[in-house]
């Protein structure tokens, strides 16, 4: 398994950006024109497809600041500042 960092380099986006590379290797889309769009509180990425939680979980360790939200279809990193969802 592959352990996810909870320190950021670049743009905040960059701490899910692994995860987001799994789901679109597996199959998944990006369901907007835009890889990463921007709203006042932080990033979003919209997929085509249900997220594969289970695969998140078979390939990573995932940090506490890290929440898979399952209920809502989302990955959600600091509270709303980044956030991969199922359209």
């Known amino acids: 398994m592959i352990e996810l960092s ?15 590379k799994l ?10 024109e835009y890889r990463w769009g921007s709203s006042p509180t932080g990033y979003f990425c919209i997929l085509k497809n249900k997220i594969d939680f289970e695969l998140i979980e ?3 360790v995932v940090p506490s600041s890290i929440q898979l ?6 990955i959600d990193y ?3 500042t980044v956030v ?4």
Do not use: Q, V
């Not at 909870?6 to 987001?20: A, M, R």
């Not at 939200?69 to 989302?74: I, S, Y």
């Open 58 to 60: 078979k390939t990573f």
């Open 6 to 20: 909870s320190k950021i380099d670049g743009p905040k986006y960059n701490i899910l950006e692994p995860i987001l």
């Open 69 to 74: 939200l399952r209920d809502c279809g989302e």
């Open 23 to 32: 789901l679109l290797s597996n199959g998944n889309k990006i369901a907007t």
């Open 84 to 87: 991969i969802r199922s359209a």
């Open 78 to 80: 600091g509270i709303g």
